[in-house]
C-alpha cells in the first residue's frame, strides 16, 4: 500500500472541485485535517460568529467524509507543527493543500513546506492573484480593468465531482473531539438564531446555489433592496470555501437570465483577495498613507457612539436596522453594510479599523480580504475607493433602496410608522420615546467630516 497522504483543510471544506483532494487521491490513502490555530493570525483569529459556522461546517465535513469511507482530524496548535506529527504518526511526508492569500496562512504555507512536501493547488479563486496583470507586469490597483481582464478568462474550469470513495491510511493518527474545542457561544448563547438562516457545509451551500437561481434574472435590481431577499447569501459558504467559486459561477450562467451583474460581484471576490495578496497589511493599515493623518475621534472620546452603533442605537433607522440584522443573523445585507460603515467612519468619525474589527467578530462571512478592501473602500483610504469627500445621507439611501420594511423588521419600535416617517421619525415629530435620539445631525455630522479630511490634508 503507497504511503497516505495529508489533506491540509482550511477555508476549503468542502469534497467537490477540490483539487487538493483531487491530487491527494491520485498518490495514495488520504488523512484529512484541520488544524484550528488561534494564535498564528494573532488578532485575525477566527471571530465569535465565524466560530458557529465552522462548528458545524466541520461537522457536516466529517459526515461527508464518513460516508466515503473517511473522516476528518481535528487538531489544535501551530499547522506546520501539528502537520509534522501527523506526518509521524501515520508515516506520510506529502501534504496537499488549496492555496491561501490570507498574510498567516502564507506564512504557515511556508512554514510547512520547510517540514514537509507540500503540494499546493488552486481554488479557492476564479483565478489565482497574479494571473491577470497590468501592461507594465503589475497586478491591478483598480477593480473595473481588473474585471475586464478577468473576463477574458472566464469560464473557469469545469468543476470536478466529488470523488465516489476515498481510501482510508491503515491507522489513523489521533484527533481531538469537536465539542471539545467550545466552537459554539454558551451563557449567553447569542447565536441561537443564527441556525434558522444557516446551513453550514457543502450541502447548504449547495442548496442555497439552486434557490438562488431563480433569483438571478431580478438581481440587477434586486440586490440593491434590503427588505427583498435579492442576493445569493453565499458568502459564509464561499468563504469556508464549502462551494468552488467555479461550481457557484457555472450553475449561475446557466440560469435564465442576464447573469452579468451577478458574476462581477463574484469578481470582487478576486479582486479583493489579489489587494491582501500585493498588500498583506489591508486588513491594518490605510493602503494610500495620506490617511495616516486623518484626525479620528480617540475611541475614549467617542467610546458612547461606537457602543450604540454596534448596538443599534444611532436614532438611524437604516443603520440601527443593518446593526441588529448583523447581531441577529451574522450577516448583513450589503447596501446596508456601506451605509453604517459609512456612517461610522464619516458620521461618527471614528477609524474604520474599529468597524472592521468588529464585523470581524460578528459576520459569518467575515472575510479578511473582503473585510478589508470594502472597509478601505468606504473610507476612502483603499487603493480603488470611494472618495472619503463623498458622504452617503443614510436618510436618503434609506427611501432610495426602499427600506422601509426592513426597518420595520429589525427595529420593532418604529414598526408602527408609516412608509414615510419610519426613514427618518425625527423629522415627522414621530419618534416613540423607546428609540433613541439622532446621536448627531447630518448636516453637523458632514461639516465635522469634511474640515477632519481637509485638516488631514494640510
Ligand atoms: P451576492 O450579492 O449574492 O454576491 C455573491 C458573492 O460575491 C458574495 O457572496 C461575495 O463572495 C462576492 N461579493 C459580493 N459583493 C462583494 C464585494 N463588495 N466585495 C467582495 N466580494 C463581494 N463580504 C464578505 O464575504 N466578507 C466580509 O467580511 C465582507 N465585509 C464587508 C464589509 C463592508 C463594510 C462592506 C461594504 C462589504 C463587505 N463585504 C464582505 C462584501 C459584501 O457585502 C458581501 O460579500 C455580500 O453582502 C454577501 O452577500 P451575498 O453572498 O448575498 O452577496
Known amino acids: 500500500m503507497p504511503d497516505p497522504v495529508i489533506l491540509w483543510l482550511r477555508q476549503d471544506l468542502r469534497l467537490s472541485d477540490q483539487a487538493a483532494l483531487i491530487g491527494a487521491l491520485m498518490e495514495g490513502p488520504v488523512i484529512p485535517v484541520y488544524v484550528l490555530d488561534d494564535a498564528a493570525p494573532k488578532h485575525w483569529k477566527i471571530g465569535a460568529a465565524q466560530r458557529w459556522w465552522l462548528h458545524y461546517s466541520l461537522k457536516s465535513l466529517d459526515e461527508s467524509l464518513r460516508a466515503k469511507g473517511s473522516r476528518l482530524i481535528l487538531r489544535r496548535g501551530d499547522c506546520a507543527q501539528e502537520l509534522q506529527l501527523v506526518a509521524q504518526e501515520t508515516g506520510s511526508r506529502r501534504v496537499h493543500a488549496l492555496s491561501h ?31 491577470v496583470q497590468t501592461s507594465g507586469g503589475s497586478p491591478y490597483q483598480i477593480y473595473t480593468p481588473f474585471a475586464r481582464a478577468t473576463m477574458l478568462h472566464m469560464p473557469p474550469h469545469e468543476p470536478q465531482p466529488a470523488p465516489s470513495h476515498i481510501d482510508a491510511p491503515l491507522k489513523w493518527p489521533a484527533g481531538d473531539s469537536l465539542d471539545g474545542w467550545g466552537l459554539l457561544p454558551a451563557n449567553p448563547d447569542w447565536a441561537a438564531a443564527f441556525g434558522k438562516d444557516w446551513t453550514p457545509g457543502e450541502k447548504g451551500a449547495r442548496q442555497n446555489v439552486a434557490s438562488f437561481l431563480d433569483e438571478v434574472r431580478d438581481y440587477d435590481v434586486a440586490r440593491n433592496l434590503p427588505s427583498i431577499e435579492g442576493t445569493s447569501r453565499l458568502s459564509p459558504h464561499l468563504h469556508f470555501g464549502e462551494v468552488s467559486p467555479a461550481y457557484v459561477w457555472h450553475r449561475v450562467s446557466s440560469a435564465s437570465g442576464d447573469a452579468m451583474t451577478f458574476l462581477k460581484e463574484m469578481i470582487w471576490r478576486d479582486y479583493a483577495h489579489t489587494q491582501i495578496w500585493a498588500l498583506p497589511t489591508y486588513g491594518s493599515q490605510n493602503a494610500r498613507p495620506d490617511f495616516d493623518r486623518m484626525p479620528w475621534r480617540d475611541l475614549r472620546e467617542a467610546k458612547a457612539d461606537f457602543a450604540a452603533w454596534k448596538k443599534g442605537r444611532t436614532g438611524y433607522p437604516i443603520v440601527d436596522a443593518g446593526m441588529r440584522q448583523l447581531w441577529t443573523t451574522g450577516w448583513m445585507h450589503n447596501r446596508v453594510r456601506m451605509i453604517a460603515a459609512s456612517f461610522l467612519i464619516k458620521h461618527l468619525l471614528i477609524d474604520w479599523r474599529h468597524g472592521a474589527r468588529w464585523f470581524w467578530d460578528t459576520l459569518v462571512d467575515a472575510n479578511y480580504a473582503n473585510n478589508s478592501v470594502n472597509w478601505q473602500w468606504v473610507a476612502g483610504s483603499g487603493v480603488d475607493a470611494n472618495l472619503f469627500t463623498r458622504i452617503m445621507a443614510p436618510l436618503t439611501q434609506s427611501p432610495k433602496f426602499d427600506a422601509a420594511d426592513y426597518i420595520r423588521h429589525w427595529v420593532p419600535e418604529l414598526g408602527h410608522l408609516d412608509d414615510k416617517a419610519i426613514h427618518d421619525p425625527d423629522s415627522h415629530h414621530a419618534r416613540p420615546s423607546a428609540y433613541p435620539p439622532k446621536r448627531i445631525g447630518h448636516r453637523e455630522a458632514r461639516e465635522r467630516a469634511l474640515a477632519a479630511y481637509r485638516q488631514s490634508r494640510n
Not at 117 to 128: E, F, T, Y
Open 101 to 131: 492569500y490570507e498574510p498567516w496562512w502564507r506564512n504557515a504555507e511556508r512554514a510547512v513546506a520547510k517540514e514537509l512536501d507540500l503540494q499546493l493547488h488552486d481554488g479557492m479563486l476564479l483565478l489565482p492573484p497574479g494571473c
